[in-house]
T-cell receptor, first 113, second 113 residues
Framework: SQTIHQWPATLVQPVGSPLSLECTVEGTSNPNLYWYRQAAGRGLQLLFYSVGIGQISSEVPQNLSASRPQDRQFILSSKKLLLSDSGFYLC????????????FGPGTRLLVL | QQQVKQSPQSLIVQKGGISIINCAYENTAFDYFPWYQQFPGKGPALLIAIRPDVSEKKEGRFTISFNKSAKQFSLHIMDSQPGDSATYFCAASMETNAGKSTFGDGTTLTVKP
């Protein structure tokens, strides 16, 4: 069966510090991968998606970047965090040839102080 | 064109009652409509999904009703239970668009005992 992991679960970072969030998927090959941000009590904002290694599409221009160094690894990064980067970050995967269901990871709670 | 509008924003139902959440979309190219359930601090999880060639799908106490001509779909939770208290998101996606999903803003459901 497929599983998706995210870490860390919680992160408190000062403004201006770098960020690296990691997401890995097990049990599937060539998945589509997605990064979302969810503000408190709000919906899901798609940040980046990837259909293959090294292929990254950005949905919203901002202080973040994403990379996909391996088939089942997706990384969200920032060189200098802003207060507005605080939120709940979710990684999701979808089978490249399957139905439209996305499967979400447990999320990372980021607080920028 | 890419928006999915969800209502109500919040909903309070008595135990045993029926919870109804509605969504409307504009883009007729959407071909997959999932509903996700999210508990606090967790990632969303697929609850039930439907394709536009079907007008209704039922899984246990959860039913999706789909009206293609009106471009609307809804989630019905029968015999609502306190354990159903969560945030519900509708979504719409296209197979040809890297499987990206457009999410509604969510409905926070509270089922009172």
């Amino acid at each position: 069966s497929q599983t998706i992991h995210q870490w860390p679960a919680t992160l408190v970072q000062p403004v201006g510090s770098p960020l690296s969030l990691e997401c890995t998927v097990e049990g599937t090959s060539n998945p589509n991968l997605y990064w979302y941000r969810q503000a408190a009590g709000r919906g899901l904002q798609l940040l980046f998606y990837s259909v293959g290694i090294g292929q990254i599409s950005s949905e919203v221009p901002q202080n973040l970047s994403a990379s996909r160094p391996q088939d089942r690894q997706f990384i969200l990064s920032s060189k200098k965090l802003l207060l507005s980067d605080s939120g709940f970050y979710l990684c999701a995967w979808r089978g490249s040839g399957g139905l439209g269901t996305q499967y979400f990871g447990p999320g990372t709670r980021l607080l920028v102080l | 064109q890419q928006q999915v509008k969800q209502s109500p924003q919040s909903l309070i139902v008595q135990k045993g009652g029926i919870s109804i959440i509605n969504c409307a979309y504009e883009n007729t190219a959407f071909d997959y409509f999932p509903w996700y359930q999210q508990f606090p601090g967790k990632g969303p999880a697929l609850l039930i999904a439907i394709r536009p060639d079907v007008s209704e799908k039922k899984e246990g106490r959860f039913t999706i009703s789909f009206n293609k001509s009106a471009k609307q779909f809804s989630l019905h939770i029968m015999d609502s239970q306190p354990g159903d208290s969560a945030t519900y998101f509708c979504a719409a996606s296209m197979e040809t668009n890297a499987g990206k999903s457009t999410f509604g803003d969510g409905t926070t459901l509270t089922v009172k005992p």
